[in-house]
């Protein structure tokens, strides 16, 4: 089974929807982190959490939001989902300070 | 701040070619990481390698070789003898205490390996 798993993988939803992306880990790391791919602009972190008492914006949390609830489980909602947040969605977990990241396999969200 | 740049958006090359993608990093820290992660076109991101700043070694594995620089603020992948399974969005990123250990991506490089 997948360390860092992503559901749904594939979303279609309209202007205007609430949204809401579950990423689950069985990695038993503590940090948690959300980006967003839009191709060209690389990954773009929306938020990240440390450990279950801390959320944290990124750069791009505007329209977002996120809840941690626990130690395995961070989900992002899209309160009022608009067409351009269309992107790919990706969830990603580390341990300590300077280790490597570990991705889950995104989520494809379209909003027409 | 840290800054990751690729200058490279999209190289394309025909198998067997070696292939170098560019870092170049900006930090003001003396202890920070760096990555290389891929991004094949199955869309999922999987790590190759870190590289610590008090290490200048030059790493390889396999086809793959890094080459960390910090005299140019590099690190540089190369792949000796492009195969068509390299094609893949390749993404630098660093992590420095300054940055509140939270990685800086670079913009990615698009290789594309013709057969």
């Given at each position: 089974d997948a360390d860092v798993t992503q559901t749904p993988r594939n979303r279609i939803t309209k202007t205007g929807k609430r949204i809401m992306l579950e990423c689950s880990q069985t990695k038993g790391h503590d940090r948690m982190y959300w980006y967003r791919q839009d191709p060209g602009l690389g990954l773009q972190l929306i938020y990240y959490s440390f450990d279950v008492k801390d959320i944290n914006k990124g750069e791009i949390s505007d329209g977002y939001s996120v809840s941690r609830q626990a130690q395995a489980k961070f989900s992002l909602s899209l309160e009022s989902a608009i067409p351009n947040q269309t992107a790919l969605y990706f969830c990603a977990?580390?341990?300590e300070d300077y280790n490597e990241q570990f991705f889950g396999p995104g989520?494809?969200?379209t909003v027409l | 701040a840290q800054k990751v740049t690729q200058a490279q958006?999209?190289?394309s090359v025909v198998e067997k070619e070696d292939v170098t993608l560019?870092?170049?990093?900006?930090?003001?820290?003396?202890?920070y990481y760096l990555f290389w992660y891929k991004q094949p076109p199955s869309g999922e991101l999987v790590f190759l390698i870190r590289r610590n700043s008090f290490d200048e070694q030059n790493e390889i594995s396999g086809r793959y070789s890094w080459n960390f620089q910090k005299s140019t603020s590099s690190f540089n992948f190369t792949i000796t003898a492009s195969q068509v399974v390299d094609s893949a969005v390749y993404f630098c990123a660093l992590n420095t205490a300054g940055g509140s250990y939270i990685p800086t991506f670079g913009r990615g490089t698009s290789l594309i390996v013709h057969p």
């Open positions: 977990t580390s341990d989520t494809r969200l | 958006t999209e190289i560019d870092c170049v990093y900006e930090t003001r820290d003396t202890t």
